[in-house]
T-cell receptor
Framework: GAGVSQSPSNKVTEKGKDVELRCDPI?????LYWYRQSLGQGLEFLIY????????KSGLPSDRFSAERTGGSVSTLTIQRTQQEDSAVYLC?????????????FGNGTRLTVT | GDSVTQMEGPVTLSEEAFLTINCTYT??????LFWYVQYPGEGLQLLLK?????DKGSNKGFEATYRKETTSFHLEKGSVQVSDSAVYFC????????????FGGGTRLMVKP
């Protein structure tokens, strides 16, 4: 079946512009997670959704970052007034639920380059 | 808070060599432990997991044993192949943190023919 789909796969934007990154989780998965993978660093947790709710937004790096999820399905991560340090691969993952034995399925990511 | 530390790469090995990638963790609760792999140009994939102390996760010839006494989850493979070249991430999931994964920094493995 279809896996987690992210779009665009690559995005180049000018400093100061806003960008939207999209994630289509696996159908029926209630939990959705956003991570950031910066060059030379590990994966940094950003935010997760259970259904349409995001109980913990503390992982978002700044108030320029926001995320929403509608209909318990598609999620959008928005970065306003992008900065060069925002350049990274943004990964989305979904799981059937939030139980620890429910594996996360990752998308291929969106590579964001801010020039 | 929870954290995962793994050996820095790159690790370069010849085909059929023995592989060990060290991973240690710090957690307040009783985490589940994972190894994820990222092949070139692909997304992260779950390689193996262990959910309690002394459990051994295994897949594709890779193994890792959950050692609570040393807070470790080292990844091993007896004979690596060129196709194993990838970045390997150790991670933990704390049941008190709702399946949120905390990752190590990743270790790049390069296997030469």
């Amino acid at each position: 079946g279809a896996g987690v789909s992210q779009s665009p796969s690559n995005k180049v934007t000018e400093k100061g512009k806003d960008v939207e990154l999209r994630c289509d989780p696996i159908s029926g998965h209630t939990a959705l997670y956003w991570y950031r993978q910066s060059l030379g660093q590990g994966l940094e947790f950003l935010i997760y959704f259970q259904g349409n709710s995001a109980p913990d937004k503390s992982g978002l790096p700044s108030d320029r970052f926001s995320a929403e999820r509608t209909g318990g399905s598609v999620s959008t991560l928005t970065i306003q007034r992008t900065q060069q340090e925002d350049s990274a691969v943004y990964l989305c993952a979904s799981s059937l639920n939030r139980q620890e034995n429910s594996p996360l399925h990752f998308g291929n990511g969106t590579r964001l380059t801010v020039t | 808070g929870d954290s995962v530390t793994q050996m820095e790469g790159p690790v370069t090995l010849s085909e059929e060599a023995f592989l060990t990638i060290n991973c240690t963790y710090t957690a307040t609760g009783y985490p589940s432990l994972f190894w994820y792999v990222q092949y070139p140009g692909e997304g992260l994939q779950l390689l193996l997991k262990a959910t309690k102390a002394d459990d051994k996760g295994s897949n594709k010839g890779f193994e890792a044993t959950y050692r609570k006494e040393t807070t470790s989850f080292h990844l091993e493979k007896g004979s690596v192949q060129v196709s194993d070249s990838a970045v390997y991430f150790c991670a933990l999931s704390d049941r008190y943190a709702g399946n949120m994964l905390t990752f190590g920094g990743g270790t790049r493995l390069m296997v030469k023919p």
